[in-house]
C-alpha cells in the first residue's frame, strides 16, 4: 500500500520544481485529520466530486437548455471535459493533476441555471445586495453551501484549491481574489484550469453548435483554424456527417492543447522558474498560446460569438431564462413565507436577498422551470 507520505514523496519526485506539492500546502481553514492513503489535494477533489452541488450541474445549462437534446453539453459534462484537458497538460509540463483536477471540478460549482443568462439575471437583481458572480458563489458553495460535516461548514478545502477557485479566470470570467494575496497571479495548476476552460467550451461550443444546426459549415468557410480542420481531412461538403465532425473537433483539441503546451514549456525555459511562488510573481501568465495560435483562436472565438451566442434562438432563451429568474426573486421577496420550510431558517443569518439568491443560484433548469410554473399556474399543485 502506498501511504500518504509515500504519495507525497512521488509527487516531490515526479513534479517539476514549479508545480505545487501537496504536503507544501498552506492547508485547511479547520483541523482535519489528512487520511492514510490520498494526499490533501485528492481528498479535496473527491469532496467536490460528493456535492449536491456538482451534481446539480448535469441540469444546468452551457449553450443549450437541457430540455432541447441529449446530446448538448451540460454544466456538467463540460466540466469533466475541463478536468480531463486540464489533466492532459498539466501532466505533459510537470504539474500537480491531482490540484488542477480538483480547481477544474469546483470552477463552475456556483453557475446559477441557464448559463450566463441566470448569473446576469442574478447580478442585476442583487445589485443593492452584492451583487452575484458565479466564481464568488463557487467559493461559498465549498467553504460555507454545503453543510456535509458536522465539525465544520462547507467541505473545509485545502488553501491552494480555494485559490484556485477564487482566481479562476477567463474571457467572461474575472477573478476578485481580494483575501487569497490578490497582488499575486494564480499558481501554474490555477492557470492550466483557467485556459483547460476556455479551450473546451470552445471547441466544444463549436461541436455543439454543429451539431445543432445553429451555424453551418458554410458559416465557418474563411475561418482558418477551421480551413486547416477542412484541409488535414479533406473534407467537400456540403454535408458534415457526424464521424468527419467528431475527428475534426478531436484534431482541433488536439493543435491547440499541442501548441498550448510547446509555446508554455518554452516560457518556462526562459523565464528560469525555480518555485510555484517564482511563477505567481511573474507579471505575465505562463499558460498561453503562440501568437499565431492565439490569433486563430481569437478569430474562432469572435465568430462563435457572432454566429452562436447571438444567435436568435440562443438570445430568446436567454430572454426566457432572465425572465424566469426574475420572476421567481421577485415572488420570494414579496412573499418569502412560499420558500420552503429549510430555506427559510437561513434568512436571519444570511439576509432575506441572500438567501433568496443562494436558492435560486442553486436550482437547476429544470427545477426553475417547474418552480416557476408552480408560482404562476393556478392548475398545478404548489
Known amino acids: 500500500m502506498y501511504s ?9 519526485r515526479s513534479l517539476a520544481p514549479y508545480a505545487m506539492r501537496s504536503k507544501d500546502s498552506k492547508g485547511r481553514v479547520y483541523l482535519d485529520t489528512e487520511p492514510e492513503y490520498r494526499t490533501a ?32 453539453r451540460t454544466r456538467l459534462t463540460h466540466t469533466l471535459e475541463v478536468a480531463q484537458i486540464g ?10 493533476e491531482d490540484l488542477v483536477e480538483a480547481i477544474c471540478l469546483a470552477h463552475d460549482l456556483g453557475h446559477s441555471p441557464f448559463g450566463h443568462a441566470g448569473e446576469y439575471a442574478l447580478n442585476r437583481l442583487m445589485a443593492d445586495y452584492g451583487g452575484f458572480d458565479h466564481n464568488k458563489q463557487s467559493l461559498r458553495i465549498v467553504t460555507e453551501l454545503e453543510q456535509r460535516y458536522p465539525e465544520f461548514p462547507g467541505l473545509n478545502l485545502t488553501w491552494e484549491v480555494r485559490e484556485g477557485i477564487v482566481k479562476h479566470e477567463s474571457e467572461y470570467d474575472v477573478a476578485d481574489a481580494r483575501d487569497y494575496n490578490p497582488e499575486l497571479r494564480g499558481n501554474l495548476e490555477t492557470q492550466i484550469s483557467n485556459v483547460a476552460d476556455e479551450l473546451a467550451y470552445t471547441t466544444h461550443d463549436l461541436d455543439d453548435g454543429l451539431r445543432s444546426g445553429l451555424i453551418t459549415p458554410h458559416d465557418l468557410e474563411g475561418i482558418t483554424l477551421w480551413e486547416i480542420l477542412v484541409h488535414t481531412f479533406g473534407w467537400r461538403g456540403p454535408l458534415l456527417p457526424d464521424m468527419e465532425r467528431h475527428r475534426m473537433i478531436r484534431h482541433l ?48 472565438k469572435d465568430f462563435l460569438y457572432r454566429k452562436l451566442y447571438r444567435h436568435y434562438r440562443v438570445m430568446r432563451m436567454q430572454v426566457k431564462a432572465e425572465r424566469i429568474i426574475e420572476d421567481l426573486f ?7 413565507e412560499i420558500l420552503p420550510n429549510h430555506v427559510q431558517k437561513w434568512i436571519p443569518i444570511r439576509g432575506l436577498e441572500r438567501t433568496i439568491c443562494d436558492y435560486i443560484a442553486g436550482m437547476t433548469d429544470r427545477y426553475a422551470i417547474e418552480e416557476h410554473a408552480r408560482l404562476h399556474d393556478p392548475y398545478l399543485k404548489p
Do not use: C, W
Request: proline share 3%; no cysteine; aromatic share 10%.
Open 4 to 12: 500518504r507520505q509515500d504519495l507525497e514523496e512521488i509527487e516531490d
Open 41 to 72: 489535494f485528492q481528498r479535496d477533489r473527491d469532496r467536490i466530486l460528493h456535492t449536491t452541488a456538482f451534481r446539480r450541474l448535469e441540469y444546468k445549462t452551457q449553450v443549450f437548455i437541457t430540455y432541447e437534446g441529449d446530446y448538448f
Open 87 to 96: 489533466r492532459t497538460i498539466a501532466r505533459a509540463l510537470g504539474a500537480n
Open 253 to 300: 483539441i488536439g493543435l491547440l492543447v499541442t501548441d498550448l503546451i510547446h509555446t508554455t514549456d518554452a516560457r518556462l525555459k526562459e523565464s528560469n522558474v525555480k518555485s510555484p511562488l517564482d511563477i505567481q510573481k511573474l507579471p505575465y501568465n505562463i499558460i498561453g498560446f503562440s501568437e499565431e495560435m492565439q490569433r486563430r483562436n481569437r478569430e474562432l
Open 330 to 336: 421577485n415572488a420570494y421577496r414579496t412573499q418569502p
